[in-house]
C-alpha cells in the first residue's frame, strides 16, 4: 500500500499522547479511581504511554487493562472462520471506576461499542471516556471521542495506519488508498 500522506511522526503522536494524558486528569479532576484499558492491538500501546505520561505529572501509577473485543464484534462472521483472538487481560475491578478506553483510530464507532459491551459483561463502572489517536470521521453509531490526538478528515476509501514501536517498531501515521477488503 503507498503511502499517500503522512499525518504524525514520532514527536507529533508524543504531543498527541502528552495532550491527551493532561486533558484526562484536568477532565477527571486528578486520577482517583481512574484506570485505562487499551483495546487491542494498538490501543494498548497507546493505554501504556498515556499511563507513563500522568504518572510523570500526577506521580501515581494508573492501572491499565487490555481489552479483546473480537467476540464481540457485529462482523463477526464477516472477519474469519476463525477469527484471532489476542486476549483481554485486566488485572482490577473495574466496578465504579472511571475507565478511559483507549483506541488508535476511531472510525464508525462499531469497535467502541463492542468494547463497552465487552466491558459490561465485566463489571459496571463509574463512567467509561474515550481516547483516540486519530478521529477519522464517517461515524455509523452516535459515539464521540472524549479525547483526541488529532482529527483527520478521510474519505471511506482511504486507510489510516497507526504504526506504534512496540508493534511495528515505528511510530508514525499515514494515510493510504483502501486495498480491496481493508478499512480502518
Given at each position: 500500500?503507498?503511502?499517500?500522506?503522512?499525518?504524525?511522526?514520532?514527536?507529533?503522536?508524543?504531543?498527541?499522547?502528552?495532550?491527551?494524558?493532561?486533558?484526562?486528569i484536568?477532565r477527571?479532576?486528578?486520577?482517583?479511581?481512574?484506570?485505562?484499558?487499551?483495546?487491542?492491538?494498538?490501543?494498548v500501546?497507546?493505554?501504556?504511554m498515556?499511563?507513563?505520561?500522568?504518572?510523570?505529572?500526577?506521580?501515581?501509577?494508573?492501572?491499565?487493562?487490555?481489552?479483546?473485543?473480537?467476540?464481540?464484534?457485529?462482523?463477526?462472521?464477516?472477519?474469519?472462520?476463525?477469527?484471532?483472538i489476542?486476549?483481554?487481560?485486566?488485572?482490577?475491578?473495574?466496578?465504579?471506576?472511571?475507565?478511559?478506553?483507549?483506541?488508535?483510530?476511531?472510525f464508525?464507532?462499531?469497535?467502541?461499542?463492542?468494547?463497552?459491551?465487552a466491558?459490561?459483561?465485566?463489571?459496571?463502572?463509574?463512567?467509561?471516556?474515550?481516547?483516540?489517536?486519530?478521529?477519522?470521521?464517517?461515524?455509523?453509531?452516535?459515539?464521540?471521542?472524549?479525547?483526541?490526538?488529532?482529527?483527520?478528515?478521510?474519505?471511506?476509501?482511504?486507510?489510516?495506519?497507526?504504526?506504534?514501536?512496540?508493534?511495528?517498531?515505528?511510530?508514525?501515521?499515514?494515510?493510504?488508498?483502501?486495498?480491496?477488503?481493508?478499512?480502518?
Amino acid at each position: 500500500m503507498a503511502v499517500k500522506a503522512f499525518i504524525m511522526d514520532e514527536s507529533g503522536i508524543i504531543r498527541a499522547v502528552t495532550r491527551i494524558a493532561h486533558e484526562i486528569i484536568e477532565r477527571n479532576k486528578g486520577v482517583e479511581d481512574l484506570a485505562l484499558i487499551g483495546i487491542q492491538r494498538r490501543g494498548v500501546p497507546l493505554a501504556k504511554m498515556i499511563a507513563e505520561k500522568i504518572k510523570g505529572v500526577e506521580g501515581k501509577d494508573i492501572p491499565v487493562g487490555i481489552l479483546d473485543i473480537t467476540l464481540y464484534r457485529d462482523d463477526l462472521s464477516l472477519l474469519a472462520e476463525h477469527p484471532i483472538i489476542n486476549g483481554t487481560d485486566i488485572g482490577f475491578q473495574i466496578d465504579n471506576k472511571k475507565i478511559v478506553l483507549v483506541d488508535d483510530v476511531i472510525f464508525t464507532g462499531r469497535t467502541v461499542r463492542a468494547a463497552i459491551d465487552a466491558l459490561m459483561d465485566i463489571g459496571r463502572p463509574k463512567a467509561i471516556q474515550l481516547a483516540v489517536l486519530i478521529d477519522r470521521g464517517h461515524r455509523e453509531l452516535p459515539i464521540r471521542a472524549d479525547y483526541v490526538g488529532k482529527n483527520v478528515p478521510t474519505s471511506k476509501f482511504e486507510v489510516v495506519n497507526v504504526n506504534l514501536y512496540e508493534i511495528d517498531r515505528e511510530n508514525s501515521v499515514t494515510i493510504c488508498d483502501m486495498e480491496k477488503g481493508v478499512s480502518h
